[in-house]
């Protein structure tokens, strides 16, 4: 008698208890759902800079937008410096550690787009590969004298 009884529990099918499956899978997609961060960033490219490469995987922050070109120094698209050959400075001008209307354009840029708002102050470059060392530098010394101690350069990614 004890054999046929542990022969029918044996012959009984297993059942997949799917309800218990389905709240887990649930309470795993709200909780990817909820701990993912989406960024959009207002960032336009200007079309005269042939951007570097890089593998980079940083986040990306937003700040004051400045493009250097072989022609000019343009903030958040408005040209605020034109260069004379070709984006080369002088050594007159490299020795004075600034470039005086770069300065204001970046005092400017950060009054208008502070309000309100409590953001480090950081300075998004996008410059041409294909220029001097000395220009970048030069134009990055000017923002620091505006206030802006962060930069970020932005490549091309490979």
């Not at 204001?104 to 590969?129: M, Y």
């Not at 923002?143 to 490549?155: D, M, N, S, T």
Request: charged share 25%; proline share 2%.
């Amino acid at each position: 008698m004890l054999m046929s009884k542990r022969r029918r529990v044996n012959r009984r099918r297993m059942v997949l208890q799917l309800t218990s499956l389905l709240d887990m899978f649930t309470i795993i997609l709200v909780f990817l759902m909820v701990s993912f961060q989406a960024e959009d960033k207002d960032f336009v490219l200007h079309a005269g800079v042939k951007l570097p490469a890089s593998d980079a995987k940083s986040p990306f922050k937003t700040g004051v937008n400045m493009a250097i070109t072989k022609q000019a120094v343009l903030i958040e698209g408005k040209q605020i410096y034109a260069f004379e050959e070709g984006g080369l400075v002088s050594d007159e001008q490299y020795a004075t550690g600034r470039i005086d209307s770069v300065v204001a354009g970046v005092n400017e840029t950060w009054k208008t787009l502070k309000r309100g708002r409590d953001e480090e102050n950081i300075v998004v470059i996008q410059a041409d590969k294909d220029l001097p060392y000395r220009t970048i530098h030069l134009v990055m010394r000017s923002a620091a004298h505006a206030g802006a101690f962060r930069f970020r350069l932005v490549i091309e990614k490979e």
